[in-house]
C-alpha cells in the first residue's frame, strides 16, 4: 500500500457514516482523526477503533465543528490534513410552520456553516502542499426535495451543495479537490436523533401536522431497522480520498439513484399529492392537483 501524503480528518466520527469512514481509512493506512462533541463519545470511537484493530492510527478530537470560534481555535493545535470529510450534521424533524428560528440556525450552522469553516481552516495547509481533498458529505436530500417536515434538513443540504460547488471552482486552482457524496437512507443514527428532536411536536396533538409526525416517525423507526449499514457510503468517501480523479458528485444507494432519475421526469404536481398521502398532511381534493 503506497504512502500516505498526511492525515485526513472526519467530523462526527463516533457513529455512522462518520465512524465507519473514520475506521476504513485507518485500515486503509490512513492516519484518522475523527472530531466527537464529548469524552463518551471518544471513548466509543477510540473502543470502535480498537476493536477494529486500527486503535494506533485513529486519534479522537473532543471538539463542537458547530461551534466556529472553538475549531478557529483549536486548529493550530492539529496537524495539517491532506483531507477532510465534512460529515457531521442532524436532521431538524418539524413544519416549516413549527420550527423556530434559532433551531432553524443552528440547523444551517451544523449543516453548512460548520463544514465552510472546517473546510476554511484547512485549506492552507493544502495549499500550501499543492493537493488535498474536501469532501462534503450531503443527502439525495440535497439534491431533491422530497420529504415533509424536513425543510430546514432539505434546505441545509441544498445550501451546503451550493456551496460546495462554488468551493470547488475557487480551489481547484491550488490543486485542491471538492467532492460531494449523496447518500441515500442509510442505518446512520441520524433518524432517531430527529425523532428525538421532534418528541414535543410529535406528541403536540394539537398541532395540524399531528398525523403527519406520527407517520414521519414510523418511517423513520423503519428506516434505522432496515436500511443497510453506512459501510457502502464510507468506501465511496474512502475512494474519493485516494482517486487521483474523483467525481465532483457520487450518489450513494439505489434509492437515491432511483429519486435523481426519476425526480426531473415526474411531474411535481404528481409527487407532490403522492407525498402527501403518504405522509398523512390530507387537505381538500382540490389541492391535490
Known sequence: MAARPG????????????????????????????TVRSDAKASDLRAAAEAAGVGATVTPVVLDVGDDEAVVARWPELPAFYAVVNNAGYSELGAVEEVPARQARDQLDVNVVAPAVVSACALPAMRERGDGRIVMVSSIAGRAAIMPLNGWYHASKFALEALSDVLRMEVAGFGVKVVIVEPGFFRTGIGSSARDRAD???????SPYATAYRRATSGLDAIERLAPPPDAVARVIVSAIESRRPLRRYLV?????????SHPLIPRALTDAATRLVSGLGGRPDTFT
Request: overall charge neutral.
Open 253 to 261: 444507494g439505489v434509492d437515491a439513484m432511483s429519486v435523481a432519475s
Open 200 to 206: 414535543a411536536r410529535v406528541t403536540r396533538e394539537s
Open 7 to 34: 492525515p485526513v480528518l472526519v467530523t462526527g466520527a463516533n457513529s455512522g457514516i462518520g465512524l465507519a469512514t473514520t475506521i476504513r481509512l485507518a485500515e486503509r493506512g490512513w492516519e484518522a482523526w475523527g
